[in-house]
C-alpha cells in the first residue's frame, strides 16, 4: 500500500510536505517520484529521486521543491515553497522496479516510464 500524506489548502507562497509511505515494496535501489495532476490536465512528473539522492525536477518546481527520501522507513518526502496556484492538483506517489539510471538510459527522462507502484493521491490546493 502506498499512502500519501501532508496536502491541503495554502495561499500563495505559503509551504507544504508531502509524505508517502510505501508497504508494497522495499524502496531501496528503486527509483521514486511524485507525479501531479490538475483537472482538466494530463499526469506530469514533479520530481524524481534515486537511492544516492540524485534527484531530477521539471522545470516548473525547480528551486521551489525538494525531494528526499529514506529508504530505511520506506518513505519518500516532497518539500513544497513559494507555491503558486498553479500548483493545484492532486500529488501522486510513484514507485519503479527500475533504478532512475535504467529509466533515463532508456526513456530519456524519469517522468517518461510507466511507474508501477502508486498512491491514490492527495490533492493540494493553493489560492492566490
Known amino acids: 500500500q502506498v499512502v500519501e500524506s501532508g496536502g491541503g489548502s495554502v495561499q500563495a507562497g505559503g509551504s507544504l510536505r508531502l509524505s508517502c509511505a510505501n508497504s508494497?515494496?522495499?524502496?531501496?535501489?528503486?527509483?521514486m517520484a511524485w507525479f501531479r495532476q490538475a483537472p482538466g490536465k494530463a499526469r506530469e512528473g514533479v520530481a524524481a529521486?534515486?537511492?544516492?539522492?540524485?534527484?531530477t525536477y521539471a522545470e516548473s518546481v525547480k528551486g521551489r521543491f525538494t525531494v528526499s527520501r529514506v529508504d530505511d522507513e520506506n518513505t519518500l518526502y516532497l518539500e513544497m515553497n513559494s507555491l503558486k496556484a498553479e500548483d493545484t492538483a492532486a500529488y501522486y506517489c510513484?514507485?519503479?522496479?527500475?533504478?532512475?539510471?535504467?529509466?533515463?538510459?532508456?526513456?530519456?527522462?524519469?517522468?517518461?516510464?510507466?511507474?508501477?507502484?502508486w498512491g491514490r493521491g492527495i490533492q493540494v490546493t493553493v489560492s492566490s
Open positions: 510513484a514507485g519503479a522496479f527500475l533504478f532512475c539510471r535504467q529509466i533515463v538510459e532508456q526513456w530519456g527522462n524519469p517522468f517518461n516510464y510507466t511507474y508501477e507502484d
Open positions: 508494497d515494496f522495499v524502496l531501496a535501489g528503486y527509483c
Open positions: 529521486i534515486d537511492p544516492q539522492g540524485r534527484a
